[in-house]
């Protein structure tokens, strides 16, 4: 099956810096790209995804980037703030038979410093 | 819309005593989705249905643990008995293709 690997682990920035997170897939027929942020105590959300025939899809100050041939993809938060502290998880899908299914990684904690 | 709704949100409980656990997905999403989510093993599935069918269980670590779908409304996690390892919290999600919508979790302690 599809395996995501995503770094870092934990991110600590300044307020007003930028923040890139970085995933990488291994299987080749994935398509589907979601990235959700989790507040602490609270549920995974849907913040931006990508499907493969895109490569770059903004909203706001978040960004999401696709390199089908390397097989990885990344957020960029810019201009950070306090509240957009929180673990970050990319995932990928398949589709097809999967019905849907996402592979994530393991998250990364970002920690924005006023 | 509600959302997808899980109950109950916060459930303590003996080891050995039968836990359950209940979802009810957004209507009109087709698939459904149980995770388990723990500082160790982070956010890890369990099991998935289809139109009520479960696809892939895989993910469900021992024979205690069980799910059903008995209707496109309603599906419940079942941990018979439970052990103090399974202490985590437990996600339902749902979606129609893409993309998943989570439900706010439970939040299970075996004692």
């Known amino acids: 099956g599809e395996n995501v690997e995503q770094h870092p682990s934990t991110l600590s920035v300044q307020e007003g810096d930028s923040a890139v997170i970085k995933c990488t897939y291994s299987d080749s027929a994935s398509n589907y790209f979601p990235w959700y942020k989790q507040e602490l105590g609270k549920r995974p959300q849907l913040i931006i995804d990508?499907?493969?025939?895109?490569g770059e899809k903004k909203d706001q100050r978040i960004a999401v980037t696709l390199n089908k041939t390397a097989k990885h993809f990344s957020l960029h938060i810019t201009e950070t703030q306090p509240e957009d502290s929180a673990v970050y998880f990319c995932?990928?899908?398949?589709?097809?038979?999967?019905?849907?299914?996402?592979?994530f990684g393991r998250g990364t904690q970002l920690t924005v410093w006023p | 819309d509600a959302g997808v709704i899980q109950s109950p949100r916060h459930e303590v409980t003996e080891m050995g005593q039968e836990v359950t656990l209940r979802c009810k997905p957004i209507?009109?999403?087709?698939?459904l989705f149980w995770y388990r989510q723990t500082m160790m093993r982070g956010l890890e599935l369990l099991i998935y249905?289809?139109?009520?069918?479960?696809?892939?269980d895989s993910g469900m670590p021992e024979d205690r643990f069980s799910a059903k779908m008995p209707n496109a409304s309603f599906s419940t996690l079942k941990i018979q008995p439970s052990e103090p390892r399974d202490s985590a919290v437990y996600f339902c999600a749902s979606s129609s293709h893409q993309p998943q919508h989570f439900g706010d979790g439970t939040r299970l302690s075996i004692l």
């Open positions: 249905f289809n139109n009520n069918v479960p696809i892939d």
């Open positions: 990508i499907r493969s025939n895109v």
């Open positions: 995932a990928a899908s398949i589709g097809g038979s999967t019905l849907g299914r996402l592979y």
């Open positions: 209507s009109g999403h087709n698939s």
